[in-house]
């Protein structure tokens, strides 16, 4: 390896991911159009109630719904407020197919601080096959690569010694660890990462236990509702004020069941439109709106969150 490489994959992994960075819807308005002011308006409230960052195009923002040109508008409000602010932009990108990953990478350049790159969805491959599709990726990528791990959403499991060679691959920054449970992978990776490697948590339940063992802190969904007590709850357990940290971190996961009860992002969007935030609580097809039920429970639970 020469020094210029050396001092890039050094610069790559000196990348600080740290705190609450929140993935945005994308609100619409009553006609279905993509509402951008109030994109624009959701990312500077979470950004002033102290989150770090913004990812555009996670789950929860939808992008399987959104045609090119409403994509390209997202990720273009997210960076303006982001540059305006100096706050991370993280941009979802990429897929089951490593050569086409690659090419969705080149369009961050400029414009994103790093991408949340999915395993492979679908396809299973081997666990080698996963390391070499990052591997091609990082090598090409324009930004830092997050690794989004998802198991049960892409059928691909990873063991702790996969993740922590992903972990050491230059140019992957961290993994967006969301495994459906806090099991002997995640206590063991987050016992000794790989330097300049972080862990978000990517499952809202799981913050708290996440951030006691170690995690850097979380892309969370529910973070538009509450964003500041997440924030609260990042610094008390770094702080090791766990008097504080442990009553609030059973509360923001009573919230954060109450918002997972139907499918993301339904259940935030309607309390976001209850709370006069976006325009409407509409999602696009194969979603269908939240019940009423849910929206009462998770606003009856945000309402707990601040007590
Ligand atoms: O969009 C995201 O990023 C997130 N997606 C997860 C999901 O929908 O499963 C949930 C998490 O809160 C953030």
Redesign the pocket.
């Known amino acids: 390896m020469n020094w210029t490489c050396a001092v890039a994959i050094a610069m790559l992994k000196a990348m600080e991911l740290h705190g609450i960075y929140v993935?945005l819807v994308t609100p619409f308005a009553e006609d279905g159009t993509v509402a951008l002011e109030a994109l624009e308006s959701l990312a500077r409230s979470v950004l002033a109630e102290g989150a770090s960052g913004l990812?555009a195009l996670?789950?929860?923002?939808e992008p399987a719904a959104l045609s090119p040109e409403e994509k390209r508008e997202v990720v273009e409000v997210c960076a303006r407020v982001c540059r305006e602010r100096g706050a991370t932009l993280i941009v979802?990108a990429g897929g089951s197919d490593t050569g086409q990953s690659a090419v969705a990478l080149q369009e961050l350049a400029g414009v994103a601080d790093a991408a949340?790159v999915p395993v492979p969805p679908f396809v299973r491959p081997s666990e080698e096959g996963v390391l070499a599709h990052f591997a091609h990726l990082a090598e090409r990528s324009p930004v830092p690569l997050m690794t989004?791990h998802?198991p049960y959403?892409t059928g691909q499991a990873l063991g702790v010694n996969a993740l922590r060679r992903l972990g050491r691959l230059p140019g992957v920054v961290g993994v967006?660890l969301?495994m459906g449970a806090v099991d002997q992978d995640t206590v063991e990776l987050l016992g000794d990462l790989p330097p300049g490697f972080a862990v978000l948590a990517?499952?809202?339940a799981f913050l708290a236990p996440l951030l006691a063992l170690g995690a850097a802190g979380?892309?969370?969904?529910?973070?538009h509702l509450a964003t500041g007590h997440y924030v609260e709850l990042v610094d008390a357990w770094q702080k090791g004020n766990v008097a504080h940290a442990r009553p609030l971190g059973h509360r923001l996961a009573s919230l954060?069941r109450a918002v997972?009860s139907e499918p993301?992002?339904t259940v935030v969007k309607a309390v976001l439109a209850a709370e006069g935030r976006i325009p409407t609580a509409a999602v696009r097809l194969p979603l269908l709106p939240a019940s009423e039920t849910a929206v009462a429970q998770a606003l009856s639970c945000l309402g707990a969150v601040a007590r």
């Open positions: 993935p990812v996670g789950t929860t923002g979802g949340l989004y998802i959403r967006k969301a990517g499952e809202d979380g892309i969370l969904a529910s973070a954060a997972f993301n992002p």
